[in-house]
């Protein structure tokens, strides 16, 4: 099992940052993808970044390139996502999640976290 708790978000004005933390627990973490969805109100969730935990391999969601970065700490098992340029568009409540897989072009989370709302206002 494992267990992911999110922290970081809040309310930004649009061209603002914030940083997501995750930390997890429960297994070791070496050999897998963890990473960040999203879910506005009205629309289904979506993929926006992901981490290969040991080589540190990234990949981004086209929406969040040049804008969002994301990172690890392995000491403290933890996952970050660095958001800057903020839009409204970006307002979601974003939740992080491990052991991504990859299915052509979609992306799958088996552990989620409880989520933390993000809202950027114009």
């Known amino acids: 099992q494992v267990q992911l708790v999110e922290s970081g978000g809040g309310l930004v004005q649009a061209g603002g940052s914030l940083r997501l933390s995750c930390a997890a627990s429960?297994?070791?973490?070496?050999?897998?993808?963890m990473g960040w969805f999203r879910q506005a109100p009205g629309k289904e969730r979506e993929f926006v970044a992901a981490?290969?935990?040991?080589?540190?391999?990234?990949y981004y969601a086209d929406a969040v390139k040049g804008r969002f970065t994301i990172s690890r700490d392995n000491a403290r098992n933890t996952v970050y996502l660095q958001m800057n340029s903020l839009t409204p568009e970006d307002t979601a409540v974003y939740y992080c999640?491990?052991?991504?897989?990859?299915?052509?072009?979609?992306?799958?989370?088996?552990?989620w976290g409880q989520g933390t709302q993000v809202t950027v206002t114009s």
């Open positions: 999640a491990a052991d991504l897989q990859r299915n052509g072009g979609a992306w799958y989370g088996n552990y």
């Open positions: 981490i290969r935990w040991s080589a540190g391999t990234t």
């Open positions: 429960g297994r070791t973490f070496s050999s897998i993808r």
